[in-house]
């Protein structure tokens, strides 16, 4: 874990999902704190990434309550659209637009969702680009690119919606080998910066960096 400050990004409380007759999610206390990496290591099918969509509002819960920034949003009235601006996820499969090349998959959401200046996106979209090591391939299309190169990506897509969490689910799950570091680097830099994040794995690739 990196270091906190004693601000409560996500609080959950006594957190059950069901699905049909069987309890996925039973009772499910956690706090993340400003600053705060969460690794959550587990095998498959124990449940990992269904809490972790419940924070995202892909799955609804049964009973408890999932608070953001002390707020309830697991209420029936929440506004998703605009919580999912607070909360960036990165998925195991990427969810890039193939039609799209890399820097209109980064600029969609700012400029259609936040209604932001897209000269404004552009800027931060480039910087953020370098940073991944990835500045010159932003005029290229998904098809181009490979699965570290991809996830990569969606990062950076998702950091540009300037989320106050990252929720990664298994970002290196589907990845070659020789991919994982790349894509790790790019996590342990933004725990370095300060990002407060929850990440769900089966591997131990993040607990060995």
């Known amino acids: 874990m990196s270091k906190k400050s004693e601000n409560k990004i996500i609080e959950i409380k006594n957190l059950h999902k069901i699905f049909g007759e069987k309890t ?6 956690l706090s993340i704190s400003e600053g705060e990496v969460v690794v959550l290591l587990g095998p498959s099918g124990c449940g990992k990434s269904t809490l972790l969509r419940t924070l995202n509002g892909l799955e609804k819960i049964q ?12 209420d029936s009235s929440s506004d998703w659209t605009k919580i999912r601006q607070k909360i960036g996820m990165v998925f195991q499969n990427y969810e890039l637009f193939p039609h799209l090349n890399v820097i209109d998959n980064i600029l969609l959401g700012p400029t259609k969702i936040q209604n932001r200046d897209k000269n404004e996106v552009l800027v931060q ?6 940073k991944v090591g990835l500045a ?4 290229a299309y998904p098809r181009e690119l490979s699965g570290g190169q991809k996830q990569r990506i969606a990062i950076v897509r998702a950091l540009c919606m300037n989320p ?3 929720l990664f689910d298994e970002v290196t799950a589907s990845l070659d080998p020789e991919m994982v570091r790349e894509v790790l680097e790019v996590i342990l830099n933004l725990a370095k910066s300060g990002m407060t994040m929850f990440i769900v794995t089966t ?3 993040l607990q060995r960096q």
Do not use: T
């Open 24 to 29: 996925v999610l039973k009772g499910i206390d």
């Open 63 to 74: 009973e408890g309550e999932i608070l953001l920034d002390g707020v309830n949003i697991s």
């Open 125 to 130: 979209a480039e910087e953020l680009l370098q």
């Open 136 to 139: 010159d391939r932003k005029n």
């Open 164 to 166: 106050e969490i990252m």
């Open 203 to 205: 591997k131990w690739d």
